[in-house]
């Protein structure tokens, strides 16, 4: 499966801004894609996650109420709807895939397939 995200950019404290993973191969009903963020001198870390089939969502507590995952109408592409920016989200963003997911795992090591990352830079 190959994965490619889009949509980042500059955005100011308090606007919105949504990314975009393009999904193409082969998936699996037990698939993950999840979104993962890494800001410079630190680790890579779970945003948000969501099932290929079944649309059921996880999220990381720094995010949760502010960014929406979700998979549009016609089923290829996983978007990340962020609103509410804050500084502390400026990072580059990863768009992943676990494809053989007993459950939704915050862990980057069990995704196998990665997408280039999209800068998401928060001035306040």
């Known amino acids: 499966v190959q994965l490619q995200a889009s949509g980042g950019g500059l955005v100011q404290a308090g606007d919105s801004l949504r990314l975009s993973c393009a999904v193409s191969?082969?998936?699996?009903?037990?698939?993950?894609v999840a979104w993962f963020r890494q800001a410079p001198g630190t680790e890579r870390e779970f945003v948000a996650g969501i099932w290929w089939s079944g649309g059921g969502t996880s999220y990381a507590e720094s995010v949760q109420g502010r960014f929406t995952i979700h998979r549009d109408s016609g089923g290829n592409t996983v978007n990340l709807q962020m609103n509410n920016v804050r500084s502390e989200d400026t990072a580059n963003y990863y768009c992943a895939a676990d494809l053989a997911a007993r459950f939704m795992t915050t862990n980057a090591r069990a995704y196998t397939s990665w997408g280039q990352g999209t800068l998401v830079t928060v001035s306040s």
């Open positions: 191969g082969r998936t699996f009903s037990r698939s993950v």
